[in-house]
């Protein structure tokens, strides 16, 4: 029988991305009844693994049903049974599917970062996991007409959009991944051994202290679509202003001409366009909400405009993202907070560039090393 989009789909997930071995304890996670193929596929193909699924799916405008009306007491609960899964399953893989991307625009923005800051823990704990190698993720999307109206486009260009940034176009997917990963690597390989980084463009002169800090080549593992180039830098050694054009996105809001101020590691001002209230939300939302967690730098050059949906937009090829928040243990990051918020800018303009240790090692969207 001819495999499907979706059994190819599932295979990438469940026997590359996570590894799922014989035994292991497997969630499976979905937004929406939108999934469902998806979900039938990774299900069907963890059985067939010898592993155990579990299923949980929801409905994402629960949500905002649950935000709306929560005591304080209700925001800052954590249910023991999902505390006890973050702390035992072996395999998380958790499927987007959104009938609505504008559901939690309008959330109460207070409440909002309550609930973000009651649940970082959760986030920690499978960050610590993952890095001890104890457990593995992967988060992954279907289309559906929200994200294709979000993007816009049909849902037939979208669809072919997604599949297409997911290499599930090709026979072998996995080729592919390991192809991009064995290029990112040696990238990887040679930031390694960086001090200082140093990016230059609109508005923007920024360096990063990244020694000791490790460079990790994305191929799949934990988002798909996948390809950049990552790592935590050293909290407080970022300093200069930085500007991004691109639309940042982030829980149903988003926020345009974001232009940020750092010292030392932490936001001292910051400006936008648009949804300035939104992003001075955010960075108050507890004591790590105002630093750096992440720098990154895209590679996939089967995405080439944002398309609203950050787990696509985040690895346009020419592009780098900085995340403001919660930083990555693997990587030797320190910062905690229950903000993760990847802002993108543009870098194939000629005047965006980036340094090595004052060595340029990146011009036109594209590594020259």
């Known amino acids: 029988m001819q495999k499907t989009i979706w059994d190819k789909y599932a295979e990438v997930l469940v026997d590359y991305s996570t590894n799922v071995q014989k035994g292991d304890l497997v969630q499976i996670r979905a937004t929406s009844i939108y999934a469902k193929d998806l979900v039938k596929a990774v299900y069907k193909r963890v059985i067939q693994k010898g592993a155990h699924p579990i299923l949980r799916t929801s409905f994402e405008d629960f949500s905002d049903i649950f935000i ?43 409440k909002l970062s309550r609930r973000s800051k009651a649940s970082q823990g959760l986030s920690k704990t499978l960050m610590e996991r993952s890095a001890k190698g ?77 020694e000791g ?72 939302m507890d004591e790590g909400s105002k630093g750096i967690g992440e720098i990154a730098i895209g590679t996939n050059d089967e995405i080439q405009e944002v398309t609203g949906n950050i787990l696509f937009d985040e690895k346009i090829g020419g ?22 918020w990847d802002m993108i800018k543009n870098m194939k303009s000629p005047d965006s560039k980036i340094y090595a240790d004052d060595i340029l090692i990146y011009e036109n969207g594209k590594f020259i090393i």
């Open 68 to 110: 709306k009306y929560a005591s304080d007491e209700q925001l800052d609960y954590i249910d023991p049974i999902v505390e006890l899964e973050y702390k035992t399953i072996d395999k998380f893989i958790s499927i987007g599917a959104p009938m609505n991307t504008k559901n939690m625009a309008r959330a109460d923005l207070t």
């Open 213 to 284: 800090r490790k460079w990790i080549s994305c191929s799949g593992l934990n988002n798909y679509p996948d390809g950049e180039v990552f790592t935590s830098p050293v909290e407080n050694d970022i300093n200069g202003e930085i500007y991004f054009d691109f639309p940042q996105n982030y829980r149903g809001n988003s926020a345009t001409g974001v232009h940020l101020w750092i010292e030392n590691g932490q936001i001292v001002k910051f400006d936008a366009e648009t949804g300035r209230d939104y992003l001075e939300a955010m960075f108050n």
């Open 134 to 210: 104890e457990a593995s993720w992967v988060v992954a999307d279907v289309p559906t007409h929200a994200l294709a109206q979000e993007a816009k486009m049909s849902y037939d260009e979208y669809s072919e959009f997604l599949f297409n940034s997911c290499y599930l176009n090709l026979d072998d997917p996995v080729a592919k991944l390991r192809e991009l990963d064995e290029k990112q690597t040696k990238w990887a390989n040679y930031l390694n051994g960086v001090k200082k980084i140093r990016i230059t463009g609109e508005k923007t002169d920024i360096t990063f202290g990244v």
């Open 319 to 340: 592009s780098i993202h900085m995340a403001v928040g919660a930083s990555y243990p693997e990587t030797g990051g320190k910062n905690v907070s229950g903000l993760h």
